[in-house]
């Protein structure tokens, strides 16, 4: 709103074909600031020369919140009239309360594929981090207007998942988790560990499992029985974990119910001679010299993961008519993504510059990576409860007579805070050293520390019973001015959040806005501030401020808490 009011002056000057202005980092320089230094080697004239023209030409209208503009070096400096500027700030958030900076107009529909696990070992802390991306890409595209559909794969069959059976159906005694008072998931993990730890002992069993995966393929009643056994185990060991965590889902697709289709997007990619067959007799995807080939149906007759990605991707865009589909999965399937699209528009299909990969690095502890199969994973239940005991630690030092319901609830809200903030802050694509103490830090870079800034709003606010809204201040403080700035970049960091796809904007935003807002709490009276009118315009900000931060932690998928 801000910007725009400040490129149509610069207009005025003449200077066309300008999208962005930035924000200066030194106070000196203004709140926006164009840089001439491109206009310069267009006109193949001094920079400084350039902005002193400009701003000689400027026109700024008297009613606008452009106080002044000037040069420095070869900036054209724009400065706000923050008197106007924090009324219509303050107008407009106070107004739009949780809508602020939300709905612009769009109306796409987006379907975001996330958390897709495995049906044979509890979710971990990879896990978290792909849910907390995707439901946080998810409410922020839903908040710009968007009609959201989320959605994840379940891998519930192949070698894998033989693992975990064929180990219970050798070793397993009838065990079950209720009489072994195992989480479900856990338990079945439990089975896939000690395949591996076998199969080490004994390489032959490399065979028998792919006896037991053909056994299932054939439709055993046996192994099927086995199958759905162990499968309704994880999943409501899964659901648990989803609901503790807040994950949500609009459905779910099965594996199972779509690994062998696909069969006819084979037989036409052959006849438009996108697929060949190799040497070994595999069907393969065409793709060189751009991409490595793929196999897309192997020489047996079996297919490939690639191939049920082909068929669901179309009968998604056939069935839900998207706009847009964004995949969540790790780095590591960066080649296979590359390959499905490419593949996918081969075949023709207009659709696919609509598929996006929202490619996320992995998570390590300061113990190393995570290996599954070895035993030594971090799962999520674990983390959450090793997490939700610090946080606990934490209050008791602050309120020894709280309650111990009080506390269980107050504990999980600022450990989830902890987990999916450290997650979110990390740029997707880089990977991320989970640091369960620092995470739970009340102070620093943290979700309790974005969670303790709204609750400081909220105490101030609730320690006064009457008071009015007062949006002019015509002697403002730095303080005051940073706050108000600070406030008006939320809708533009939002929209430039939906547009790359990275939630660590929300996090860096949400933890500038809480030191902004806690330096000024510091350093200016609210309450008993100087005169009536100032306590009611601080108030005001300090409402704003709670608005804005309410809304950060929704969109990163973040309870509020208002005592901690």
């Known amino acids: 709103m801000f910007e725009d009011e400040a490129l149509k002056i610069l207009k005025t000057s003449g200077i066309k074909n300008i999208e962005k202005l930035e924000v200066p980092h030194q106070e000196e320089f203004g709140d926006l600031s164009f840089p001439c230094y491109e206009l310069a080697k267009e006109q193949k004239r ?79 802390v990879g896990h978290l981090r792909n849910d907390s991306i995707g439901m946080s890409v998810s409410n922020i595209l839903e908040f710009l207007g968007n009609k959201v559909i989320r959605t994840a794969i379940i891998n519930d069959r192949g070698v894998h998942i033989c693992k975990s059976m064929l180990a219970y159906q050798k070793w ?20 896939y560990v000690m395949f591996e730890k076998k199969l080490k002992e004994n390489p032959k069993l490399e065979e028998d499992i792919h006896a037991m995966l053909q056994k299932w393929e054939n439709g055993d009643k046996e192994v099927r029985t086995l199958w759905k056994l162990m499968n309704g185990w994880v999943l409501s060991g899964m659901r648990e974990t989803y609901n503790l965590f807040g994950s949500k889902f609009d459905f779910w697709t099965y594996e199972s119910e779509i690994y062998d289709k696909g069969k006819d997007i084979l037989e036409e990619g052959i006849k438009k001679d996108v697929f060949i067959k190799n040497e070994q007799g595999d069907l393969v995807a ?21 191939t049920q990605d082909m068929s669901l991707a179309r009968m998604r865009f056939e069935k839900y008519k998207m706009d847009k589909m964004i995949y969540v999965v790790a780095s590591e399937q960066n080649l296979h993504f590359k390959q499905l699209f490419k593949i996918l528009q081969l075949l023709g299909y207009g659709w696919y510059g609509s598929c996006h990969h929202l490619s996320y690095g992995l998570v390590n502890l300061p113990s190393g990576r995570m290996k599954t199969r070895e035993g030594n994973v971090v799962d999520a239940d674990d983390l959450i409860r090793e997490e939700t005991e610090l946080a606990k630690q934490e209050i008791l030092k602050r309120d020894k007579k709280i309650s111990k319901k009080e506390l269980e609830d107050r504990g999980r809200k600022i450990a989830l805070a902890a987990i999916k903030y450290y997650l979110l802050k990390v740029e997707p694509i880089k ?28 105490n101030i606010l609730n320690k006064v019973k ?89 969109l990163m998928g973040i309870e509020t808490v208002e005592k901690m």
């Not at 724009?78 to 303050?90: A, D, T, V």
């Not at 397993?172 to 089975?191: A, C, E, L, R, W």
């Not at 990977?431 to 909220?458: H, W």
């Not at 809480?514 to 315009?537: D, G, M, P, Q």
């Open 172 to 191: 397993g005694n009838g065990k079950t988790p209720q009489k072994s008072k195992i989480k479900p998931d856990h338990f079945v993990g439990n089975f």
């Open 286 to 306: 065409k793709l060189e010299p751009e991409l490595p080939n793929k196999v897309v149906l192997r020489a047996d007759g079996t297919s490939v993961y690639i």
């Open 46 to 124: 001094n920079p400084v020369e350039i902005a002193n023209d400009i701003v000689s030409k400027i026109k700024v209208p008297k009613n606008s919140i452009i106080e002044r503009v000037e040069v420095k070096g070869a900036y054209v400096n724009f400065f706000f009239n923050y008197s106007k500027f924090s009324q219509l700030m303050l107008k407009t958030i106070l107004s739009r309360k949780e809508n602020y900076g939300g709905s612009n107009g769009k109306k796409d529909k987006i379907m975001i594929e996330y958390s897709s696990p495995n049906t044979n070992k509890p979710l971990h």
């Open 431 to 458: 990977d991320v050293l989970f640091d369960p103490n620092k995470a739970t830090s009340f102070e620093g870079d943290t979700g309790p520390y974005i969670q303790y800034a709204y609750m400081r709003c909220a």
């Open 466 to 554: 009457k008071w009015e809204k007062n949006l002019l201040n015509k002697e403002m403080h730095p303080g005051e001015k940073k706050l108000i700035k600070t406030l008006s970049m939320f809708p533009s960091v939002i929209l430039q959040t939906s547009n790359d796809l990275k939630p660590n904007y929300i996090c860096n935003y949400a933890f500038e806005l809480s030191n902004t807002f806690n330096n000024f709490y510091e350093n200016h009276r609210v309450i008993n501030a100087e005169t009536k009118n100032l306590k009611n315009f601080r108030l005001s900000l300090v409402d704003a401020t709670k608005i804005v931060l309410a809304s950060c932690l929704k």
